[in-house]
């Protein structure tokens, strides 16, 4: 059973930045998609950065240009660079695996990834 464990969350002030990380075990996951969501309080999960098989990147418009993702294949880590962050970037955040082997298209609905990590929490402040 695939693994996914995400750390590096924490309180941070509105500005600043942080990265968080997703060390993934038991599957190498090549030819899958990596992705990462964040959920809100009182909020729906909600898609926020990508990387796909082929290493393409790809970001919900409220991060882009701020998040930068990536994917170590050797470490089985998928990164999340996080900067100039706001309060309402304030969420748990989860990665998972895509379902669809080779996807190279640009649906990242959060019905084709699992499994899921457990989320680690980012809060800014004002």
């Known amino acids: 059973q695939a693994q996914l464990v995400e750390s590096g969350g924490g309180l941070v002030q509105a500005g600043e930045s942080l990265t968080v990380a997703c060390k993934y075990s038991a599957r190498t996951f090549r030819g899958y998609g990596l992705g990462w969501f964040r959920q809100g309080p009182g909020k729906e999960r909600e898609f926020v950065a990508a990387?796909?098989?082929?290493?393409?990147?790809y970001y919900a418009d409220s991060v882009k240009g701020r998040f930068t993702a990536s994917r170590d294949f050797n470490t089985r880590t998928l990164s999340l660079q996080m900067n100039s962050l706001k309060p309402e970037d304030t969420a748990l955040y989860l990665c998972?695996?895509?379902?669809?082997?080779?996807?190279?298209?640009?649906?990242?609905?959060?019905?084709?990834?699992?499994?899921w990590g457990q989320g680690t929490q980012v809060t800014v402040s004002p």
């Open positions: 990387v796909n098989w082929k290493g393409d990147e």
């Open positions: 998972a695996a895509d379902r669809r082997q080779w996807y190279s298209g640009s649906d990242y609905d959060l019905s084709h990834f699992g499994p």
